[in-house]
Each structure stands twice: as structure tokens, then as C-alpha cells.
């Protein structure tokens, strides 16, 4: 590096407005944003706090304006999607462990820890039907898509139901899982067909139409399953269990199609949904999303086959819900948390500006004066529009703020350049600096009228840095040079005496630290080729 500090005839800046930049400095990679990360950041977060207890089950209504139900304790909440505040509570006699709205919004169905289904009213919270046959606790109730007369159910007595809600009589008695039946879906392409996860490990496909009361299709999830849906074609059901998600090819006969598993604790519950840009837009695609107990959640392209968004929860999540009109994201966690997500709309802001004029009553919008060349405005029109897609944007240069040493270098004045950000304790600013002059060629002949105050502070800074790995290039050569150019002054002074000392110590001791580091290179090369053999 010390040929960069000998003159050579090359092209010279004359003028320097811009400032100084390390040229051995590496740029930091900053992470570009993707366009799934931008939508997950448009959610605006809220905790909803008032709840007793872990959150084991939450569904939206299908029917806008979607409200959603939390299961927690006793008590089944209801919430509002726009203020995601609490609309009304159902009581309950035992622990809610799971609910389902049916397809038109106005029914719910509410399972408990004693066995029982209670079927209420959404807008009146009355109990319209009960339904008691289990044995033992009921861990999922399911309205089918397309029906509003039946049930499906499954509990920790290995048995799964299928209800007729009007008479509240069980029409299938459905056997085949060996453990807990923890969780279930209903098709959304046919209201007779079901699926069902066991503690068993097993997920089983059921066709009410069928007469010997077997299942259609089992598959083995190689966990206990916790939680199981259908994804939107009606031909896959995606799996959670263990600390993966699976995804399941029904069509093909119940063939694993992929295994996500970038959790690290059990997956609890997971949903399938739409991204899009606002609500009423065209969705752009489907996603699978999934909590845990390491209270991550994910988001999972299942056409890409990739994980494309994560977020991490201050607390163990159990449960999952999506609206259908992609506005709301809600996790509900096992202190009794519900950690709520909502998009802003352009028309929720419309509606809530409406709102305010009808509560003050008509407002007529003010009429302008027509602008004339002899008004002030009219000599700012348009200033304040924003641009449309299409247009061409004209920006402002930026105004460059030049630091000391820069408004010296372009003014020429080399050696106060040096001499100033020698004094700063930024060391990347005086390698810039260096490196700048030795572009000029003035380096060395800065060095040569430097006083001895000055010739201190530059033999101060290269005790400190020439070692360092990222500029010893350039120090190393200029430390060579500076010895000897400004070898008789160093001698006639005390100060520049310790300075040097101070400088060979460091040098001593970078050399003896390169020693060992080959002592130890050469213990473990033998060692690394003997391995790389086996």
C-alpha cells in the first residue's frame, strides 16, 4: 500500500463539493422490504387485555361486517371488528373450548369441558338448542359451509358426531380414532364430507354418505394433531402437530405434498386466508397461518412452498383467526391475550367523516373566489396536489452539509484539512481524508509542514488504527514514510520520543498475536485434513 503514497501523473479533481467517503469501508446490506412484509406492517397492532383466561378457539363470522368470537373460560365474547372492542359476552356453565358461527352469521355454536353443545342466538345471546351425547369433554364444533341444520363435533371420548341441530339427536356416531379428538373441519366444496385430528396421530376424512361408517382416508401426521383445516379447493387439508405444519393431497389418495417446520415448540391452531390490498379489492393470493407455543407466527405460501412473513408474540399462542375480508388479524395466547390486527380503509375514514357531518347536520361546502392573476394564490395553484401515478416527479436537490474538513479540502487547503479531522475522533473520516490526498498527491507533503504538536496528533491516531485490519494498507505505508521523512524532528523531541514507543509496543504485540494464530493454524490444519478424509 505504500505505492499508493508515491506520486504518479493520473487525473486530478480540481473541485470538490461533495463530502469525503471511506473507500475501504464495506457497506452494510440493509434488508429490502418485500411486498409481503409492507402488507403485514400496514396491520395496526392492539392488545385486547380483559380476559380471564387462555384463548383456546376464535372464529369470524362470515357475514360482514365479521364480527369475531373469543372462547375464553366461562364466557364466549363477542367482538367488533372495526373498534376491536368487546359487543357482548355468552355465559357458559363449564370452560368454552371451541366455537363456530354458521353460514349465514346468525347462529353460533359453543362447546364446553362438560361435554355439552349450546347453539345461541348471535344478536340475543339466547340458548336455542343443546346437545349432549358426549362422554367426555368437547374439543371442536363445526358448522359444514354449506348447511344450517347439522353439526360436527369431537371430544376426548374418541368419538366423532354428527348432528341434526333441530332435533337435537345425534345422526352418526363416528369411531376409528384411538385417542383424543382434538380438532376438525367441514369441506367447503361438499356439506357431507369432514376431516378430523386425533392425539392418535392420525387425520381421517369422513363422508356422512357412506354406509359402512369407516372413514374415506386416513393419514399419519407422526404427532399428535392439534389442529386441521381444508384448504380452499376442497381437495387439500394442511395439518398442525409436533412443530410442523403438513399439507396433504386428498385427491391424490392422502399423499404429503410438503412439511413446513420452522417452528420450534408445538403448532396449536392454524387458518387459512386471503392477502389483498383493501377490503373489496381482489385478493392477491392464499396463505396459511400458523401460532405456536415459541409464540411465533407464519405465514406460508403454499403455492411458492415458502415461509414468507414472521412475527414474534411476547407470550405462547393458541389460537388463530383471519377475517374473510382481509382486514383483521386476530391471535388470541394463553394469558388471557388477544393480540388484534387491523387495516385502516380509505372508506372506513369516508364513513367515520359522514358520520361526524350528519351528527352536526347538513354542511354546504364553502364556495371559492375564482382565482384572478392579481391574488397571492394565484401564483401557488396546484402546489399542494398529489402527483398521480403516471406522472413525472421533478425533485429537489437535497443540500449537501459539508463537515470542516471538507470545506477545507475544497478550498485546497490540505494540511488544516488534515490537521482538523485529526482533532475528531471519527476514524473512518481520516482514512477518507488519507486517501483523498493521496488521490491529490498532497499527502506526503502534508506530512512534511506538519509541527511537532501536529506530527503528534498524526502519530497518536496511527498507534491507534495502523493495526487495525480494515486500513493497515494504507497506515503501515504511511506509518513507514512519516519515520522517514520525520526522522530528525522524532529524535529532538520527547513527546514524538513516546509516541514511537507507544507504536512499536503495538506493533510488537499485533506481531506476536499473528505468531500465535499461525501456531494455532498449524495445530489444527493436520487435524481439519485428517476429518475432511473420514
Not at 415448540?265 to 381482489?282: H, L, N, P, R
Request: aromatic share 6%; hydrophobic share 35%.
Amino acid at each position: 500500500m505504500a505505492d499508493l503514497l508515491v506520486e504518479q501523473p493520473q487525473e486530478i479533481t480540481i473541485s470538490k463539493t461533495f463530502p469525503t467517503k471511506p473507500k475501504l469501508k464495506s457497506k452494510p446490506k440493509t434488508p429490502s422490504k418485500t411486498p409481503e412484509s409492507k402488507y403485514w406492517s400496514s396491520f395496526k397492532s392492539h392488545q385486547i387485555s380483559n380476559l380471564i383466561s387462555s384463548i383456546p378457539s376464535i372464529d369470524f363470522s362470515p357475514i360482514s361486517p365479521h364480527h369475531f368470537a373469543a372462547a375464553n373460560s366461562a364466557s364466549l365474547t363477542l367482538f367488533s371488528p372495526h373498534t376491536l372492542s368487546p359487543a357482548s359476552t355468552i355465559s357458559s356453565s363449564d370452560v368454552v373450548t371451541s366455537c363456530s358461527f354458521r353460514c349465514d352469521g346468525s347462529l353460533i355454536a359453543a362447546s364446553d369441558l362438560s361435554g355439552l353443545i349450546r347453539v345461541f342466538d348471535v344478536k340475543t345471546r339466547t340458548p336455542l338448542r343443546r346437545l349432549r351425547s358426549h362422554a367426555r369433554p368437547v374439543r371442536f364444533v363445526k358448522y359444514p359451509l354449506l348447511d344450517k341444520l347439522h353439526l360436527v363435533s369431537g371430544g376426548d371420548d374418541s368419538v366423532v358426531k354428527y348432528w341434526d341441530v333441530a332435533g337435537e339427536s345425534v345422526v352418526l356416531d363416528l369411531y376409528g380414532h384411538r385417542d383424543y379428538v382434538r380438532c376438525g373441519d367441514c369441506s367447503p366444496t361438499d356439506g357431507e364430507m369432514f376431516v378430523t385430528g386425533s392425539y392418535d396421530h392420525t387425520v381421517k376424512l369422513w363422508d356422512v354418505r357412506v354406509d359402512n361408517k369407516e372413514s374415506v382416508i386416513e393419514v399419519n401426521h407422526g404427532n399428535p394433531v392439534e389442529d386441521v383445516i381444508f384448504l380452499p379447493s376442497g381437495g387439500m387439508v394442511a395439518t398442525a402437530g409436533g412443530n410442523s405444519v403438513k399439507i396433504w393431497d386428498l385427491i391424490g389418495g392422502g399423499k404429503m405434498v410438503y412439511s413446513m417446520e420452522s417452528h420450534n415448540k408445538t403448532v396449536t391452531s392454524i387458518c387459512v386466508g386471503k392477502v389483498g390490498k383493501e377490503s373489496g379489492e381482489e385478493a392477491l393470493q392464499y396463505r396459511i397461518f400458523s401460532v405456536a407455543l415459541d409464540g411465533y407466527m407464519k405465514v406460508f405460501d403454499y403455492a411458492k412452498m415458502k415461509v414468507t412473513h414472521s412475527m414474534r408474540f411476547p407470550a405462547p399462542l393458541m389460537s388463530i383467526g383471519f377475517s374473510p375480508d382481509c382486514m383483521t388479524r386476530v391471535i388470541g395466547s394463553s394469558n388471557g391475550i388477544i393480540f388484534a390486527g387491523r387495516r385502516k380503509a380509505k372508506e372506513d375514514v369516508g364513513e367515520s367523516k359522514v358520520g361526524n357531518f350528519w351528527a352536526l347536520g347538513s354542511v354546504e361546502e364553502p364556495q371559492r373566489r375564482a382565482l384572478r392573476p392579481t391574488y397571492f394564490r394565484y401564483f401557488h395553484r396546484s402546489q399542494g396536489e398529489k402527483p398521480n401515478e403516471g406522472d413525472h416527479l421533478i425533485m429537489r436537490q437535497k443540500k449537501v452539509k459539508l463537515a470542516e474538513h471538507d470545506k477545507l479540502l475544497k478550498k485546497f487547503r490540505h494540511k488544516e484539512a488534515l490537521v482538523s479531522v485529526l482533532g475528531g475522533k471519527n476514524t473512518e473520516n481520516v482514512v477518507a481524508v488519507m486517501e483523498e490526498l493521496v488521490a491529490r498527491r498532497k499527502l506526503l507533503k502534508c506530512v512534511v509542514n506538519l509541527d511537532d504538536e501536529e506530527l503528534g496528533l498524526l502519530l497518536g491516531f496511527l498507534h491507534k488504527h495502523s493495526t487495525m485490519p480494515r486500513h493497515s494498507g494504507l497506515l503501515t505505508g504511511l506509518t513507514r514514510k512519516v519515520l522517514e521523512m520525520r526522522a530528525e524532528d522524532i529524535r529532538a523531541s520527547d513527546a514524538l520520543k513516546g509516541h514511537i514507543r507507544n507504536l512499536k509496543r503495538s506493533v510488537e504485540e499485533e506481531i506476536r498475536i499473528q505468531h500465535s494464530l499461525q501456531e494455532i493454524q498449524g495445530v489444527i490444519s493436520p487435524l481439519l485434513r485428517i476429518a475432511g478424509r473420514r
